[in-house]
């Protein structure tokens, strides 16, 4: 509220005065019975320091000879006294004409694209897409036709689910939403058996619908019957239904990772090459005039967008760093190799035994012919059912 009063004052003007004489606060009390507000009231002796609005402060003149105050103005604020003391510098008025026109001029334009929810979507085949329809920073805003923009994408990416595509002031916004693709599921009116997909012998089963053809103890093999959809009632007749449980067992799997002892790695030289550039209104101006280096060097890019309040500016600082690199012999020692090759089999222990219970695990190791080799041997619970559909000649 403060704030907004503050604003007002200034926009309409105020100006700070003195008022001296023997009654003070009689002048006060005309002064609010006539309507004026004063507000910032001090004293300092026999003189107050006032404020009012400019407009209002004609009408004082008649209250403080009423009152026999004497008043005179020391400061004045706000606008209007601000343009009255630079009407004659009509190149001021005319650089802020000009600096209207030209945010007016620039507003019609794209200068941002902003894409938002893009996970997975390459976002550089996104902006080559929508460049070869013509769209791209400075682009003029009424030539962009946002609903071909978003049948045109929804067309060329089966990945994404829905897109929205706006117009934001100056930018351009993609906001994407990505497909998930559902496991492939045959539907509960479908017919189906249920088969073992790995090697395993039987701890438990779970039978919703069908007709167990394992028992608990069996030993199984992959693609074996485990849940017939052949279901045959109490008068003997058999019928087709859509087998559905889940078959534990215990299984066994084998995860094995090598590591060379001499290797070769890709390391920095020190040397780099640093190049940079503006790029301003969709125009891209160098700062630099060093080439890209062509062979052994590596390249990295930063990127400054320049925003004020939020809102980012048609201007971006472009920073190249290439960096040279060069192939380096290292020889490892067997237990550093040993320790690599560890982490990269939990990695993978991690990945694909995430949906596994692990019984037991028995690891080796041995370092042989220049090669450390990590073997891990896996007894684990899970549940090896799968469902394959019954297709029936009519």
């Known amino acids: 509220m403060k704030v907004l009063l503050k604003i007002i004052r200034f926009l309409w003007g105020y100006v700070i005065f003195t008022a001296s004489g023997a009654f003070p606060e009689r002048f006060i009390n005309l002064s609010a019975k006539a309507g004026v507000s004063l507000f910032n009231i001090k004293r300092q002796g026999a003189v107050l320091y006032c404020s009012t609005m400019a407009s209002e402060y004609k009408a004082l003149r008649r209250i403080s000879k009423k009152s026999g105050i004497k008043i005179k103005i020391k400061e004045k604020h706000g606008f209007p006294f601000f343009v009255r003391k630079y009407k004659k510098r009509k190149g001021i008025f005319v650089g802020i004409l000009c600096f209207g026109l030209t ?162 790695e890709r390391q920095s030289t020190g040397k780099t090459v640093v190049r940079k ?15 890209a280096p062509e062979k052994d060097y590596e390249k990295s890019v930063q990127v400054n967008n320049i925003n004020i309040l939020g809102v980012n500016l048609p201007i971006s600082y472009y920073k190249e760093v290439w960096t040279q690199i060069c192939d380096k012999k290292i020889v490892l020692s067997g237990d550093d190799a040993l320790l690599k090759a560890n982490e990269e089999l939990e990695s993978e222990e991690k990945e694909m035994l995430k949906d ?7 690891k080796k190791e041995k370092v042989e012919n220049g090669r450390a080799i990590v073997i891990a041997n896996y007894v684990c619970e899970e ?10 000649e009519n």
């Open 103 to 264: 945010l007016y001029f620039l507003s019609l334009y794209i200068w941002s694209i902003d894409v938002q929810g893009a996970t997975t979507l390459d976002k550089n085949e996104l902006s080559n897409l929508i460049g070869g329809l013509g769209v791209s920073a400075g682009t003029l805003k009424s030539e962009i036709d946002t609903p071909m923009l978003e049948k045109t994408i929804m067309k060329n990416f089966d990945n994404i689910a829905w897109v929205s595509v706006n117009i934001k002031g100056s930018t351009l916004s993609f906001e994407l939403k990505e497909r998930v693709i559902p496991p492939q599921i045959i539907p509960k009116t479908a017919p189906c058996n249920v088969k073992s997909n790995s090697d395993g012998q039987i701890t438990r089963m779970e039978i919703y619908q069908g007709t167990p053809e394992v028992k608990y103890g069996d030993a199984v093999v992959k693609g074996q019957l485990l849940i017939n959809g052949f279901v045959e009632d109490d008068f003997g007749v058999c019928n087709v239904r859509h087998a559905d449980g889940k078959v534990f067992a215990l299984t066994k799997h084998e995860l094995k990772k090598e590591m060379d002892l001499c290797q070769t």
């Open 277 to 291: 550039r503006l790029k301003l209104f969709g125009l891209e101006l160098p700062l630099t005039l060093i080439s």
């Open 383 to 392: 549940n090896i059912a799968v469902q394959e559909e019954i297709f029936l």
């Open 356 to 362: 596994v219970k692990i019984i037991s695990k028995d």
